[in-house]
């Protein structure tokens, strides 16, 4: 019957079968749910019931199998929610599930998916101990990482660790070699692997033939008769290839692709010959990869978060106002301010409630924070984007906040010149979303994250509140127009706004508690203290130092480097002098310039790591000086900054990237 609904897209009615079912005493198995399970991920395209009803068959009951547990991880790897795929992982032995070599294929290939290839590594080590041993399905997708990102040497020696281990290669292996090969444009090696593939018992499938990259390669090397004779091999193999499992259906399609791989191959080489124009794969697909509702995923998260947290069960405490105790509504809590912010409400006896879509902040951070608050009412995490309005409304309906701070944002200058459509509704509009949430239920104080970069290229220095914004970037200019949507409101409300405007953060928390840990992908925008730790790691070959013919003193670029505990600290000052109806704008800085070089020699003190530095001409755009005046922000709300040596701010950094070199990963 359920099956049925399903068909019918009637999800509402399974919920009803499933409830009388039990009422009946119904007898279910694993089989029934993992049935039920994958309606709800493959059909019903709903993840995060899928988890549930993972997690509620216990209470049935009936206790899941490794293929249905395994079925839940492989949908969520799939539908890219790394996050829940770990905290599914981690619940196996309470679920009690025996783990098995595909569970852990399934991981290393989310893993690798994430970026995290030494956490994905980690688990060949792991696997042993868990009684399962990897396979060539394990190792495969190891090297395509390494492939993909031009490392097709290591691919090489971990091909060799697997057969050492008496893995064998297959198809898909050397399909993962030759493509990684001719990445790196290294024809005849990819050629000659190619040719070796019979020879050793593996048969070439459509994979081996796709070679559009190879004919790029080919095309830039000029060596066209050698990807004739890739064509003619391809047609030579045809019947050779014929994997004898294959339905003829399968067969005839593959050999109509190989034709047309080899047609457009050798046009696209008459084409070269006569144009030398340049070669585009017309049939390269849109990345749509990753697409996927991250509402969705993330409300798993919220889910299985929300049930591991003390403060599940206290959920009314969060929704009724208490006299003599502040609830901040902190979005953007599971980021780098975000977090530290909330340690240090928490430590200030606040109540915190976190609203982050996970985007770029980490699940660990808010674990963190979870284990050092555990007491009930104290701190609860909301998964939400703040982009769907209707789900910031329920938050505010459901929860009495007395102030909000608003953190979440994407925050990088060189990603928003790229993508600024993002930039304006990720800043701008969600600012709106929660104003109006809100004006809507009344919350009475507002501290804003805002930055220095509404100033753009101010012709005086230092910084003051009242220098001329002229943004030269869209998230200056989408925190400007947030900026301005919050003054023109308060105009007419007596909600109590405090702007701070911060110049360039650093450090971490002095107990290395918490750390500062973007997403690898998010390195390349990255910020110079990350980029000087990545240097010392050794993950980075060095640093590159654009410009050293500013007018400074020795030529670079001079910024105000605000250590994070100062930052959070003149945040609780914000909360403490808000006043209803009035509006305070705070420049947040040290008030010292402190030039690109003196940073870099200071990294190098507290990393003790000789970091090679490269210095670079100019790049279009930055601006020789940039530096606060933090008269009013002290005269004001008695606030200073003094964590102000750069070389101690960096210290507590370290420590912690030292101590996680996988970010909140393997906390
Ligand atoms: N780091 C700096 O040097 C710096 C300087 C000036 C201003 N700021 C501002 O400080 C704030 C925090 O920056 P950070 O460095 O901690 O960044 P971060 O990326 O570490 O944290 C931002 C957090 O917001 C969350 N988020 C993003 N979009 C969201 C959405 N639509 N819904 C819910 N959550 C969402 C992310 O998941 C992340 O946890 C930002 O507003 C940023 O513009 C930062």
Redesign the pocket.
Same mark, same amino acid.
């Given at each position: 019957m359920i099956d049925r609904l399903a068909c019918c897209r009637k999800f509402s009615d399974v919920e009803e079968v499933l409830a009388r079912a039990r009422a009946e005493r119904f007898r279910f198995s694993d089989e029934f749910f993992y049935r039920l399970i994958k309606m709800y991920g493959n059909v019903a395209n709903h993840p995060e019931k899928a988890i549930e009803t993972l997690f509620a068959m216990p209470g049935y009951n009936c206790w899941p199998s490794t293929k249905t547990f395994n079925y839940v991880l492989h949908m969520l790897v799939c539908k890219r929610q790394y996050e829940v795929v770990h905290e599914v992982y981690l619940s196996a032995s309470s679920l009690g599930v025996t783990l098995d070599t595909c569970c852990f294929n399934i991981l290393v290939k989310g893993l690798c998916q994430f970026g995290k290839f030494d956490d994905a590594i980690s688990l060949l080590y792991e696997m042993p101990k868990q009684r399962c041993l990897p396979n060539v399905t394990t190792y495969s997708s190891l090297m395509s990482f390494l492939c993909q990102r031009g490392q097709v040497d290591k691919a090489f020696e971990l091909c060799e660790r697997m057969q050492k281990e008496n893995i064998a290669a297959d198809t898909i292996v050397y399909n993962i070699l030759i493509s990684g090969l001719c990445r790196e444009q290294r024809v005849t090696e990819a050629f000659n692997l190619f040719k070796s593939m019979v020879p050793e018992g593996c048969y070439p499938n459509s994979g081996t033939y796709q070679m559009s990259r190879a004919l790029g390669v080919c095309r830039a090397a000029g060596h066209v008769s050698m990807l004739m004779n890739w064509c003619s091999i391809c047609n030579a193999n045809k019947t050779a290839s014929q994997p004898l499992h294959m339905r003829p259906s399968q067969c005839a399609a593959i050999h109509q692709h190989m034709q047309q791989e080899s047609d457009r191959l050798l046009n696209g080489v008459l084409v070269l010959e006569s144009s030398g124009m340049d070669f585009s794969d017309s049939r390269r697909k849109p990345n749509v990869v990753g697409k996927f509702t991250v509402a969705a995923a993330l409300t798993v998260m919220c889910i299985i978060v929300l049930k591991q947290s003390p403060g599940f069960s206290s959920t009314d405490v969060f929704s009724l106002h208490e006299i003599g105790v502040t609830h901040v509504l902190v %979005?953007?809590?599971?980021?780098? *301010?975000?977090s530290h912010a909330t340690l240090r409400l928490l430590r200030d006896n606040y109540r915190v409630t976190i /609203? #982050? @879509?996970? &985007?770029?902040?980490?699940m660990g951070a808010v674990r963190v924070l979870q284990r050092l608050f555990p007491e009930p009412g104290r701190l609860q995490f909301i998964y939400? #984007?703040?982009?769907d309005a209707k789900a910031v409304n329920k938050i505010f309906s459901e929860n009495a906040f007395d102030a909000v701070m608003h !953190?979440?944002? /994407?925050?990088y200058v060189g990603e928003s010149t790229m993508e600024p459509l993002r930039y304006y509704h @990720? *800043?701008t509009s +969600?600012t709106l979303t929660v104003l109006e949430a809100m004006a809507a239920h009344n919350v009475k104080t507002l501290i804003y &994250? &805002? %930055?220095?970069?509404t100033f753009g290229e101010p012709d005086t220095m230092p910084i003051t509140e009242a220098t001329p914004q002229n943004p030269i970037n869209p998230?200056g200019k989408a925190?400007k127009m947030a900026e301005d949507i919050i003054l023109d409101f308060s105009k007419r409300s007596e909600m109590a706004v405090m702007i701070l405007r911060? !110049? +360039? /953060?650093i450090g971490s928390d002095p107990e290395g508690r918490l750390g500062?840990a973007?997403r690898p992908e998010l390195r390349e925008h990255g910020?110079i203290s990350g980029a000087c730790f990545d240097a010392a790691l050794g993950i980075i070959p060095g640093l590159k130092v654009r410009g050293t013919d500013y007018p400074t003193a020795d030529g670079t670029c001079i910024r105000d480097y605000i250590d994070v505990t100062d930052l959070v600290d003149a945040h609780v000052k914000a909360l403490d002098k808000a006043q209803p109806g009035k509006v305070g704008i705070y420049n947040v800085g040290t008030g010292h310039g402190r030039s690109v070089k003196e940073f870099v020699e200071a990294c190098k003190k507290a990393t003790g790591a000789s970091i090679k530095v490269d210095f670079l001409t100019r790049r279009p755009g930055d601006y020789a000086e940039v530096y606060s005046d933090p008269s009013k922000i002290h005269d004001e709300l008695n606030w200073t900054a003094r964590y102000t040596d750069l070389r101690e701010s960096l210290s507590t950094a370290w420590k912690w990237q030292k101590a996680h070199p996988n970010g909140y990963g393997s906390a």
């Amino acid at each position: 019957m359920i099956d049925r609904l399903a068909c019918c897209r009637k999800f509402s009615d399974v919920e009803e079968v499933l409830a009388r079912a039990r009422a009946e005493r119904f007898r279910f198995s694993d089989e029934f749910f993992y049935r039920l399970i994958k309606m709800y991920g493959n059909v019903a395209n709903h993840p995060e019931k899928a988890i549930e009803t993972l997690f509620a068959m216990p209470g049935y009951n009936c206790w899941p199998s490794t293929k249905t547990f395994n079925y839940v991880l492989h949908m969520l790897v799939c539908k890219r929610q790394y996050e829940v795929v770990h905290e599914v992982y981690l619940s196996a032995s309470s679920l009690g599930v025996t783990l098995d070599t595909c569970c852990f294929n399934i991981l290393v290939k989310g893993l690798c998916q994430f970026g995290k290839f030494d956490d994905a590594i980690s688990l060949l080590y792991e696997m042993p101990k868990q009684r399962c041993l990897p396979n060539v399905t394990t190792y495969s997708s190891l090297m395509s990482f390494l492939c993909q990102r031009g490392q097709v040497d290591k691919a090489f020696e971990l091909c060799e660790r697997m057969q050492k281990e008496n893995i064998a290669a297959d198809t898909i292996v050397y399909n993962i070699l030759i493509s990684g090969l001719c990445r790196e444009q290294r024809v005849t090696e990819a050629f000659n692997l190619f040719k070796s593939m019979v020879p050793e018992g593996c048969y070439p499938n459509s994979g081996t033939y796709q070679m559009s990259r190879a004919l790029g390669v080919c095309r830039a090397a000029g060596h066209v008769s050698m990807l004739m004779n890739w064509c003619s091999i391809c047609n030579a193999n045809k019947t050779a290839s014929q994997p004898l499992h294959m339905r003829p259906s399968q067969c005839a399609a593959i050999h109509q692709h190989m034709q047309q791989e080899s047609d457009r191959l050798l046009n696209g080489v008459l084409v070269l010959e006569s144009s030398g124009m340049d070669f585009s794969d017309s049939r390269r697909k849109p990345n749509v990869v990753g697409k996927f509702t991250v509402a969705a995923a993330l409300t798993v998260m919220c889910i299985i978060v929300l049930k591991q947290s003390p403060g599940f069960s206290s959920t009314d405490v969060f929704s009724l106002h208490e006299i003599g105790v502040t609830h901040v509504l902190v %979005t953007g809590g599971a980021g780098y *301010i975000g977090s530290h912010a909330t340690l240090r409400l928490l430590r200030d006896n606040y109540r915190v409630t976190i /609203v #982050d @879509n996970l &985007s770029r902040g980490n699940m660990g951070a808010v674990r963190v924070l979870q284990r050092l608050f555990p007491e009930p009412g104290r701190l609860q995490f909301i998964y939400a #984007d703040l982009g769907d309005a209707k789900a910031v409304n329920k938050i505010f309906s459901e929860n009495a906040f007395d102030a909000v701070m608003h !953190f979440a944002a /994407v925050a990088y200058v060189g990603e928003s010149t790229m993508e600024p459509l993002r930039y304006y509704h @990720n *800043i701008t509009s +969600n600012t709106l979303t929660v104003l109006e949430a809100m004006a809507a239920h009344n919350v009475k104080t507002l501290i804003y &994250s &805002s %930055t220095c970069a509404t100033f753009g290229e101010p012709d005086t220095m230092p910084i003051t509140e009242a220098t001329p914004q002229n943004p030269i970037n869209p998230y200056g200019k989408a925190k400007k127009m947030a900026e301005d949507i919050i003054l023109d409101f308060s105009k007419r409300s007596e909600m109590a706004v405090m702007i701070l405007r911060y !110049f +360039n /953060v650093i450090g971490s928390d002095p107990e290395g508690r918490l750390g500062e840990a973007p997403r690898p992908e998010l390195r390349e925008h990255g910020r110079i203290s990350g980029a000087c730790f990545d240097a010392a790691l050794g993950i980075i070959p060095g640093l590159k130092v654009r410009g050293t013919d500013y007018p400074t003193a020795d030529g670079t670029c001079i910024r105000d480097y605000i250590d994070v505990t100062d930052l959070v600290d003149a945040h609780v000052k914000a909360l403490d002098k808000a006043q209803p109806g009035k509006v305070g704008i705070y420049n947040v800085g040290t008030g010292h310039g402190r030039s690109v070089k003196e940073f870099v020699e200071a990294c190098k003190k507290a990393t003790g790591a000789s970091i090679k530095v490269d210095f670079l001409t100019r790049r279009p755009g930055d601006y020789a000086e940039v530096y606060s005046d933090p008269s009013k922000i002290h005269d004001e709300l008695n606030w200073t900054a003094r964590y102000t040596d750069l070389r101690e701010s960096l210290s507590t950094a370290w420590k912690w990237q030292k101590a996680h070199p996988n970010g909140y990963g393997s906390a």
